[in-house]
Structure formats: structure tokens, C-alpha cells
């Protein structure tokens, strides 16, 4: 049972009963929240490590297996372009974890305010488990959301799994992929000045 001191005001007097009600109705919204995230799939954290992501907010770059897919990693196999989320940072995040866990069936491995780690367990192609671990990070002061996933065991492809369920994923949370412009020829232009 929870005990609840009232506060009284400056001058002594007993709160509103207003003041009673609003404390008590938020008292009540607390016990469900802490009640709807106990039952997430959620582990505790491992470690105070976040995954890959390095204090600079760059994820380590994809091995050389097709195994990996990141926003952050330039190769053309392993690229994908990075989100942007259309809303606050907090509300982001619970609309990434929520459709992580209830849409793909991912279990949350490790999450803060900016980072999530999530696994997801399936079948491979010859009937064997395939376990996947994705990774999303929210850059400070932008709207901007990096992520990167891979297939772990060593394999050396996913069959294009990740960047399935990445689209999937993005296309779930409504979010749009960031324009990004790229050439990658090398081209040697030489150019005569009239002078």
C-alpha cells in the first residue's frame, strides 16, 4: 500500500480538493505506464556500453559480408539513408520502441534517451535460427535518426533481411528517409582558362 503526505500550503491550510484529485490521478498514470512497460519485451542492460556506437555518435563501419546494413557506412551494399523523425525526441522514441516490439517482434536489449538495441530472432533460409540485432540512434539537436543492423553468427549474407525489416520499420513509424546525394565516380576534369 502507498502511503501519499499531503503537502500544505505556505499559509498552513490543506490543499484544494482539486489538488488532491490532480495528485492522485497522476499517481494513477504513473502505476499504468510502469505497469504497460513491464510488459514489453524488454532485457535490462547488459552493460553501460551502447552497442556498436561510439562516443562520437558513429557506428562501427559493416564487415565486408553481406551481412549489414547502416546509414552511417558509405559502401554502396551496406548503405541505406538515415530518418527523420517527425516528432519529439521522447515521443520518437516510444513510437520506435512500441512498433520494434509489437510490429517486428524484437526484444529491446538496451535502450536510453537517444539509443536503441533491439534483437529479432527467425528462421533462416535452410530452417535454422537467424538472429538479427539493429541499432538507432536519435543525433543530438536534429531530427535525424541513424541506425544500423546486422546478422549475427557469421553469416555471410542476410538474404536482404535487414534492409527489409528497416523499410518496414520506417515505413510503420511514417517517417521519411533523408535526401542524400551521392556520385561515387571519380572523374578528372581539366578545364583551359581563356587566359
Known amino acids: 500500500k502507498t502511503m501519499m503526505s499531503i503537502p500544505r500550503s505556505l499559509s498552513g491550510a490543506m490543499p484544494s480538493r482539486r489538488a488532491i484529485l490532480c495528485g492522485i490521478a497522476a499517481m494513477g498514470s504513473v502505476r499504468r505506464r510502469d505497469a504497460s512497460l513491464a510488459s514489453e519485451r524488454v532485457l535490462p542492460n547488459l552493460s553501460s556500453v551502447r552497442g556498436t556506437l561510439q562516443p562520437d555518435g558513429l557506428f562501427a563501419d559493416c564487415p565486408d559480408a553481406l551481412v549489414c546494413i547502416s546509414s552511417q ?35 529491446i536489449v538496451q535502450a536510453d534517451e537517444r539509443y536503441v538495441r533491439a534483437r529479432f530472432s527467425s528462421r533462416g533460409l535452410l530452417g535454422g535460427e537467424a538472429l538479427d540485432e539493429a541499432e538507432f540512434y536519435f543525433t543530438p539537436n536534429d531530427t535525424l535518426v541513424q541506425f544500423r543492423a546486422i546478422r549475427q553468427g557469421g553469416a555471410q549474407t542476410d538474404f536482404g533481411d535487414n534492409r527489409k525489416r528497416l523499410e518496414k520499420l520506417r515505413l510503420a513509424l511514417g517517417w521519411e528517409q533523408v535526401p542524400v546525394l551521392r556520385n561515387r565516380r571519380r572523374a578528372l576534369v581539366v578545364v583551359e582558362s581563356p587566359w
Open 73 to 107: 557506412d558509405d559502401r554502396p551494399q551496406c548503405w541505406d539513408p538515415p530518418w527523420i523523425a517527425d516528432d519529439s525526441l521522447f515521443y520518437s522514441m516510444q513510437q520506435l520502441r512500441r512498433v520494434l516490439i509489437d510490429r517486428l517482434n524484437g526484444v
